[in-house]
Protein backbone atom coordinates (compact mmCIF):
# COMPACT_ATOMS: atom_id res chain seq x y z
CA UNK A 1 0.00 0.00 0.00
CA UNK A 2 1.35 3.17 -0.74
CA UNK A 3 0.91 6.00 1.50
CA UNK A 4 0.29 9.58 -0.39
CA UNK A 5 0.78 12.60 1.87
CA UNK A 6 -1.28 15.71 0.90
CA UNK A 7 -1.10 19.74 1.79
CA UNK A 8 -3.13 18.70 4.93
CA UNK A 9 -0.57 16.34 6.75
CA UNK A 10 -3.82 14.56 8.55
CA UNK A 11 -5.16 14.05 5.37
CA UNK A 12 -4.00 10.77 3.33
CA UNK A 13 -4.64 9.03 0.54
CA UNK A 14 -4.48 5.24 0.21
CA UNK A 15 -3.46 3.90 -3.00
CA UNK A 16 -3.29 -0.19 -2.42
CA UNK A 17 -1.47 -2.85 -4.58
CA UNK A 18 -3.57 -4.24 -7.07
CA UNK A 19 -2.88 -7.65 -8.15
CA UNK A 20 -4.45 -8.61 -11.51
CA UNK A 21 -4.33 -11.19 -14.46
CA UNK A 22 -7.32 -12.14 -17.00
CA UNK A 23 -9.50 -13.85 -14.04
CA UNK A 24 -9.64 -9.99 -12.32
CA UNK A 25 -7.93 -8.88 -9.21
CA UNK A 26 -7.55 -8.86 -5.83
CA UNK A 27 -6.27 -6.30 -3.35
CA UNK A 28 -6.25 -5.18 0.28
CA UNK A 29 -8.84 -2.17 1.11
CA UNK A 30 -7.76 -2.13 4.48
CA UNK A 31 -5.23 -3.01 7.18
CA UNK A 32 -5.42 -1.39 10.23
CA UNK A 33 -1.50 -1.84 10.98
CA UNK A 34 -0.74 0.17 7.64
CA UNK A 35 -3.53 2.83 8.43
CA UNK A 36 -2.03 3.45 12.11
CA UNK A 37 1.35 3.65 11.03
CA UNK A 38 0.45 6.22 8.23
CA UNK A 39 -1.95 8.05 11.00
CA UNK A 40 -0.81 7.42 14.12
CA UNK A 41 -4.10 6.59 15.04
CA UNK A 42 -5.61 3.35 16.24
CA UNK A 43 -9.10 4.14 14.92
CA UNK A 44 -12.07 1.52 15.16
CA UNK A 45 -14.44 2.25 12.39
CA UNK A 46 -18.36 1.75 13.62
CA UNK A 47 -20.29 1.76 10.70
CA UNK A 48 -19.79 1.57 6.45
CA UNK A 49 -22.03 3.96 4.56
CA UNK A 50 -22.52 3.22 0.83
CA UNK A 51 -24.28 5.41 -1.69
CA UNK A 52 -24.88 5.65 -4.99
CA UNK A 53 -25.37 9.08 -7.09
CA UNK A 54 -25.90 10.38 -10.85
CA UNK A 55 -23.44 12.72 -12.65
CA UNK A 56 -23.21 16.35 -11.47
CA UNK A 57 -24.56 15.35 -7.66
CA UNK A 58 -22.63 17.29 -4.89
CA UNK A 59 -22.89 15.84 -1.87
CA UNK A 60 -21.56 17.76 1.30
CA UNK A 61 -20.08 19.10 2.79
CA UNK A 62 -21.34 17.59 5.82
CA UNK A 63 -19.79 17.01 9.36
CA UNK A 64 -21.05 16.46 12.92
CA UNK A 65 -19.20 18.64 15.96
CA UNK A 66 -20.83 16.13 18.48
CA UNK A 67 -19.91 12.71 17.43
CA UNK A 68 -17.18 13.91 14.62
CA UNK A 69 -16.20 11.27 12.39
CA UNK A 70 -13.64 10.41 10.96
CA UNK A 71 -14.28 8.45 7.35
CA UNK A 72 -12.17 6.22 5.51
CA UNK A 73 -13.24 6.86 2.26
CA UNK A 74 -13.41 4.91 -1.46
CA UNK A 75 -15.22 4.40 -4.94
CA UNK A 76 -15.86 1.24 -6.03
CA UNK A 77 -17.75 2.36 -9.28
CA UNK A 78 -17.02 5.34 -11.02
CA UNK A 79 -15.20 8.69 -10.70
CA UNK A 80 -15.53 11.34 -7.96
CA UNK A 81 -13.78 14.69 -6.55
CA UNK A 82 -13.56 13.96 -2.98
CA UNK A 83 -13.03 17.17 -0.68
CA UNK A 84 -12.14 17.53 2.96
CA UNK A 85 -12.06 21.09 4.59
CA UNK A 86 -10.61 21.83 7.96
CA UNK A 87 -12.95 23.35 10.31
CA UNK A 88 -10.32 23.13 13.33
CA UNK A 89 -9.91 26.73 14.56
CA UNK A 90 -6.76 25.95 16.11
CA UNK A 91 -4.91 24.45 13.28
CA UNK A 92 -2.74 26.04 10.46
CA UNK A 93 -4.57 24.60 7.95
CA UNK A 94 -7.84 25.82 9.41
CA UNK A 95 -10.38 26.91 6.50
CA UNK A 96 -8.23 24.94 3.80
CA UNK A 97 -9.59 22.01 1.94
CA UNK A 98 -7.94 18.80 0.26
CA UNK A 99 -9.29 17.26 -3.02
CA UNK A 100 -8.68 14.28 -4.94
CA UNK A 101 -10.00 12.16 -7.96
CA UNK A 102 -11.11 9.23 -6.89
CA UNK A 103 -12.61 6.34 -8.85
CA UNK A 104 -13.09 2.49 -9.02
CA UNK A 105 -10.28 2.02 -11.67
CA UNK A 106 -7.31 3.58 -9.39
CA UNK A 107 -9.12 2.05 -6.26
CA UNK A 108 -7.54 4.68 -3.96
CA UNK A 109 -9.26 5.61 -0.88
CA UNK A 110 -8.85 9.34 1.27
CA UNK A 111 -8.69 9.62 5.29
CA UNK A 112 -10.68 12.30 6.50
CA UNK A 113 -10.01 12.28 10.26
CA UNK A 114 -12.81 13.97 12.63
CA UNK A 115 -12.57 17.97 12.64
CA UNK A 116 -13.12 18.44 8.95
CA UNK A 117 -16.31 18.40 6.75
CA UNK A 118 -16.24 16.19 3.85
CA UNK A 119 -17.89 16.22 0.19
CA UNK A 120 -17.62 14.79 -3.29
CA UNK A 121 -18.86 15.88 -6.49
CA UNK A 122 -19.84 13.27 -9.51
CA UNK A 123 -18.05 13.05 -12.48
CA UNK A 124 -18.40 10.01 -14.23
CA UNK A 125 -22.53 9.18 -15.26
CA UNK A 126 -22.82 7.41 -12.14
CA UNK A 127 -20.62 6.65 -9.16
CA UNK A 128 -21.12 4.86 -5.77
CA UNK A 129 -19.37 5.78 -2.75
CA UNK A 130 -18.41 3.44 0.36
CA UNK A 131 -16.93 5.16 3.48
CA UNK A 132 -16.01 3.89 6.73
CA UNK A 133 -16.67 6.03 9.83
CA UNK A 134 -15.46 5.98 13.29
CA UNK A 135 -18.35 7.07 14.95
CA UNK A 136 -22.01 6.46 14.64
CA UNK A 137 -24.28 9.27 11.93
CA UNK A 138 -26.37 11.45 14.72
CA UNK A 139 -28.53 13.61 12.37
CA UNK A 140 -29.12 16.03 15.31
CA UNK A 141 -25.84 16.98 15.20
CA UNK A 142 -25.07 17.04 11.44
CA UNK A 143 -23.45 20.22 10.13
CA UNK A 144 -23.34 21.78 6.19
CA UNK A 145 -20.56 24.03 4.79
CA UNK A 146 -21.89 25.72 2.18
CA UNK A 147 -19.90 23.99 -1.17
CA UNK A 148 -19.82 26.90 -2.95
CA UNK A 149 -18.49 29.36 -0.07
CA UNK A 150 -16.30 32.12 -1.50
CA UNK A 151 -13.91 32.18 1.73
CA UNK A 152 -12.92 28.78 1.07
CA UNK A 153 -12.69 28.57 -2.78
CA UNK A 154 -12.78 24.65 -3.42
CA UNK A 155 -12.05 24.38 -7.23
CA UNK A 156 -14.58 21.97 -8.06
CA UNK A 157 -14.00 20.30 -11.57
CA UNK A 158 -17.46 21.13 -12.58
CA UNK A 159 -19.28 20.97 -15.81
CA UNK A 160 -22.29 21.89 -15.36
CA UNK A 161 -24.59 23.53 -12.32
CA UNK A 162 -24.40 20.95 -9.48
CA UNK A 163 -27.57 18.75 -7.97
CA UNK A 164 -27.79 19.33 -4.18
CA UNK A 165 -30.02 18.11 -1.53
CA UNK A 166 -32.23 20.38 -0.28
CA UNK A 167 -29.90 20.83 3.31
CA UNK A 168 -26.82 20.84 1.00
CA UNK A 169 -28.47 23.73 -0.81
CA UNK A 170 -28.48 25.56 2.86
CA UNK A 171 -24.78 25.00 3.69
CA UNK A 172 -23.59 28.19 6.33
CA UNK A 173 -20.38 30.01 5.44
CA UNK A 174 -17.24 29.17 7.03
CA UNK A 175 -17.49 32.32 8.70
CA UNK A 176 -21.54 31.22 10.27
CA UNK A 177 -20.53 27.59 10.76
CA UNK A 178 -20.19 25.47 13.76
CA UNK A 179 -16.14 24.82 14.31
CA UNK A 180 -13.77 22.51 15.98
CA UNK A 181 -11.74 24.08 18.52
Not at 10 to 32: L, Q, Y
Not at 173 to 181: M, N, T, V, Y
Amino acid sequence: MQIIRTSIPEVIIFEPKVFGDERGFFFESFNAKVFKQATGLNVSFVQDNHSKSAKNVLRGLHYQIEQAQGKLVRVTQGEVFDVAVDLRESSATFGQWEGTRLSGESKRQMWIPPGFAHGFLVLSETAEFLYKTTDFYAPQHECCLKWDDPSVEIDWPLQDTPILSAKDSVGLSLQDAKKFI
